[in-house]
């Protein structure tokens, strides 16, 4: 899998662990509506902790792996915040009282921490031992950013996803939430509160973007290290960075369509070799084999060159969304605590509320029955 000492895989594990619990048993033991402030410090916190692991791989890996980290760790970050915009639509969707949010992402982090690590090793075995399946990664990334040029909203149908269609056969779940429980007992049975199912939502929409963002980083680096690390840090800012960036997340508006460029240019990199190979054989089939060293050349692009493509087209999306800005028409009305001193609240206010919300009320699910889609709410959609 990778060339580096057990003991770093076993450190840097440690490591993580350790940042995890002192965040879940001592910032966050209780559960508690989250402030901007407390968002802002432990975005920087997780961002500094990342940029300062970059430096120790470039000290002590050197600097291929420094550029492949770093890179690797931008692709991600960037393709978590538009993540973000689907949690923010999951959120307003099942009304989830903002003192639960944190909870459930706290939880639903774990969960993709998991699945991707299980990812990333399976990916690189496949690689391992059938080294053409990164050109079925490209076209697959290629495939990806097309569409995501071609899209022009996300909707949101939790009650049509098979998987959630799946869980609910088997556990049943309740109309509202009972605080933070994901577990409650009716009539001496065990359910499942809603919360519970907010959260199954959530891993289930984080595991369809993992499909795009593990292949795209495969074209970086095939460092399984390079690769896990890079996920990690990218993946447990992102709690913080959600509240951090719930008033604003939606006002990217051009991010998607960066986000497509950086996706088509990274399958176009991994099929690249496929490309300038048939190239070369036709040139020696017609008779023109002294052009084949010039046309070799360009077989691979060299990290360096990807790391500069990516920032400029991400830093580019998010300049021009702030020139030439677009007043969204999907309103998400995402309930925020009281105080939470956003500096993008709007007028209409729409980000928090300044009264408390009864969660037996204004917490119950949007639809009568999670199993029952015979009065499905109105689509909540992004343009």
Same mark, same amino acid.
């Given at each position: ?26 910032f ?12 802002t ?10 940029l ?11 600097n291929k792996?420094?550029v492949?980290?770093i890179?690797?760790y ?6 978590s915040?538009?993540?973000?915009f ?8 099942f009304?989830?009282?903002s ?13 993709a ?8 090793? &399976?990916?690189?075995? $496949?690689?391992?031992?059938?080294e053409? !399946? ?6 697959? #990334? *290629?495939?990806? /950013? ?18 959630v ?36 939502v ?34 447990l ?10 008033g604003v ?5 051009? &991010?998607?369509?960066? $986000? ?5 240019? !990274? ?6 070799? #496929? *490309?300038?190979? /048939? ?8 008779g023109?084999?002294s ?8 077989e ?7 790391l ?7 830093v580019a ?9 677009k ?7 995402v309930?925020l ?28 699910a949007p639809?009568?029955?999670?199993a ?8 909540v959609?992004?343009?």
């Amino acid at each position: 899998m990778s060339d580096h000492s057990i003991w770093l895989w076993v450190g840097f594990n440690t490591f993580i662990l350790l940042m995890l619990l002192v965040d879940l048993g001592l910032f966050n033991r209780k559960t508690h509506s989250i402030t901007y402030k407390e968002a802002t410090i432990w975005s920087a916190v997780w961002i500094t902790l990342a940029l300062i692991f970059g430096g120790g791989v470039f000290y002590y890996l050197g600097n291929k792996a420094g550029v492949e980290y770093i890179t690797g760790y931008l692709i991600e970050k960037s393709l978590s915040v538009d993540n973000l915009f689907v949690f923010l639509l999951l959120f307003s969707y099942f009304k989830v009282p903002s003192k639960y949010q944190h909870r459930v992402l706290f939880w639903g982090v774990l969960g993709a921490l998991v699945m991707r690590a299980a990812m990333i090793f &399976l990916g690189a075995a $496949l690689i391992q031992r059938f080294e053409w !399946i990164i050109f079925v990664f490209g076209a697959f #990334l *290629v495939y990806t /950013g097309l569409q995501m040029f071609k899209e022009q909203e996300t909707e949101i149908h939790p009650e049509e996803n098979p998987v959630v269609k799946l869980i609910l056969r088997w556990i049943p779940i309740t109309r509202h939430y009972e605080g933070q429980k994901f577990f409650t007992h009716i009539n001496g049975r065990r359910h499942g509160t809603l919360l519970l199912l907010v959260l199954i939502v959530v891993e289930v929409t984080d595991l369809i973007f993992a499909v795009d963002s593990i292949p795209a980083i495969f074209a970086i680096t095939k460092d399984t290290f390079i690769i896990y690390t890079s996920n990690v840090f990218a993946i447990l800012g992102l709690r913080s960075l959600y509240f951090l960036l719930a008033g604003v997340v939606e006002k990217f508006h051009y &991010l998607r369509i960066g $986000l497509a460029i950086v996706l088509t240019f !990274i399958g176009v990199k991994m099929l690249l070799p #496929l *490309v300038v190979k /048939g190239i070369e054989l036709a040139l020696e089939a017609g008779g023109a084999a002294s052009l084949v060293p010039v046309v070799a050349r360009f077989e691979h692009i060299p990290i360096g060159v990807s790391l500069g493509v990516v920032a400029f087209v991400l830093v580019a999306s998010v300049v021009a969304s702030m020139i030439w800005p677009k007043r969204a028409t999907t309103q998400i009305e995402v309930q925020l605590p009281p105080g939470f001193d956003s500096p993008f609240d709007d007028d209409e206010g729409r980000l928090g509320a300044d009264e408390p919300v009864d969660e037996t009320t204004a917490a119950t699910a949007p639809t009568a029955d999670p199993a029952d889609t015979s009065e499905t709410p109105e689509t909540v959609k992004r343009s």
